[in-house]
């Protein structure tokens, strides 16, 4: 079945540095990605979306690249700050509603 | 833009209680999601509704949860009789005609 696998945290890093977080899916279709954060104590939040290969979705400093070929859409953000420790979910979608997550990762960023 | 509006956002009861979540979508989304977030088991779907009919709720875990989308602008979702392994943070979130869902506040549960 379709699927989304992201790498396991808590990833720790200071303020500053190049932040990746990785992410593969399986999906028997095309499907629309996205990644979604969670700052503590709050509900997700759309980070970026992509919706078709080689498409690149940015917001706030972080990137991903919609990447078929590897079936990745891995996160990037070239200096982190202490304000992005959270939880990045990776999640797919196949049709227009039902959103499939990954297990989450944990971002921490000390100054 | 109000957001996603869910209450309580804390509750704690006994095991045995009847606890209903409520949840008030953006104005204009035409679906409706409930997801439960547990160390344990990360964030689980529960069941989703389309235009207030519920599509799929191949994620209740039970019959001791319902839900119910009685109009476009309130869903709730039921747990009787409550036990203290529900106890979690219950999320929902709504979609207009896209894959993008926004999420609310959450509501945390305590089962004791």
């Known amino acids: 079945g379709d699927s989304v696998t992201q790498m396991e945290g808590p990833v720790t890093l200071s303020e500053e540095a190049f932040l990746t977080i990785n992410c593969t899916y399986t999906a028997t279709g095309y499907p629309s990605l996205f990644w979604y954060v969670q700052y503590p104590g709050e509900g997700l939040q759309l980070l970026l979306k992509?919706?078709?290969?080689?498409d690149k979705g940015s917001n706030k400093g972080f990137e991903a690249t919609y990447r078929k070929e590897t079936t990745s859409f891995h996160l990037e953000k070239g200096s982190v700050q202490v304000s992005d420790s959270a939880v990045y979910f990776c999640?797919?979608?196949?049709?227009?509603?039902?959103?499939?997550f990954g297990t989450g990762t944990r971002l921490q960023v000390f100054p | 833009d109000a957001g996603v509006i869910q209450s309580p956002r804390h509750e704690v009861t006994e095991m045995g209680q009847e606890v209903t979540l409520r949840c008030k979508p953006i104005?204009?989304?035409?679906?409706l999601f409930w997801y439960r977030q547990t160390m344990m088991r990360g964030l689980e779907l529960l069941i989703y509704f389309n235009n207030n009919v519920p599509i799929d709720d191949s994620g209740m875990p039970e019959d001791r949860f319902s839900a119910k989308m009685p109009n476009a602008s309130f869903s709730t979702l039921k747990i009787q009789p409550s036990e203290p392994r529900d106890s979690a943070v219950y999320f929902c979130a709504s979609s207009p005609e896209t894959d993008t869902q926004y999420f609310g506040p959450g509501t945390r549960l305590t089962v004791l």
């Open positions: 104005s204009g989304h035409n679906s």
């Open positions: 992509a919706t078709k290969a080689d």
């Open positions: 999640a797919l979608s196949i049709r227009t509603d039902k959103l499939i």
